[in-house]
Nanobody
């Protein structure tokens, strides 16, 4: 069952930007480390970025470093993924997740049901 709601996806040209949002009206996210994942058709899910509860620690996969920025707004109970200089290879469904431990949040071996909360995803398509 998806507990989180992602938004902000869409179609954008290469070099463009999108800002994804992840929130829920059912729970507070302020106690959880948060992460963004993506999955392209025919490919494995991959972790994109994660952020600590207080926002002072972040991690990014190498392919998005310098282009994506993760942040969170406790007052809005929302986590964001600012994506700049998008490339066609960024095309995927993007998901957010909440979990207790930052260090294992992007572990590719974790099943979605092992996360505290998981979202339904938002499609990002980068194409000219």
């Amino acid at each position: 069952q998806a507990h989180l709601v992602e938004s902000g996806g869409g179609l954008v040209q290469p070099g463009g930007s999108l800002r994804l949002s992840c929130t829920t009206a059912r729970y507070t996210l302020n106690y959880w480390s948060m992460g963004w994942f993506r999955q392209a058709p025919g490919k494995e899910r991959e972790g994109v970025s994660c952020i600590s509860v207080t926002g002072d620690r972040t991690h990014y996969r190498e392919a998005v470093k310098g282009r994506f920025t993760i942040s969170r707004d406790a007052a809005k109970n929302t986590v964001y993924l600012q994506m700049d200089n998008l490339r066609p290879e960024d095309t995927a469904v993007y998901y957010c997740a909440a979990d207790l431990r930052l260090s294992t949040l992007l572990d590719p071996k974790k099943r979605t049901d092992e996360y505290e909360y998981w979202g339904r995803g938002t499609q990002v398509t980068v194409s000219s």
